[in-house]
């Protein structure tokens, strides 16, 4: 986990890279978010 800030650094330094932050979330997000974190594996894994 790193600050959103970071994310978006290393985001523009790697290519074809996306960034989901999940609102509110903690180290637990995957399970704050199940549903929305699955579809979203779901679609990238898809591509």
Same mark, same amino acid.
């Given at each position: 986990? *790193? !600050? @959103?800030?970071?994310?978006? !650094? &290393?985001?523009?330094? &790697? @290519?074809? +890279? /996306? *960034?989901? *932050?999940? @609102? %509110? +979330? +903690? #180290?637990?997000? &995957?399970?704050? #978010? #199940? /549903? /929305?974190?699955? +579809? %979203?594996?779901?679609?990238?894994? %898809?591509?």
């Amino acid at each position: 986990m *790193i !600050l @959103p800030r970071y994310s978006h !650094l &290393l985001a523009g330094l &790697l @290519p074809n +890279a /996306e *960034i989901k *932050i999940y @609102p %509110d +979330a +903690a #180290h637990g997000f &995957l399970f704050q #978010h #199940h /549903e /929305e974190f699955a +579809a %979203d594996v779901t679609t990238f894994l %898809d591509k």
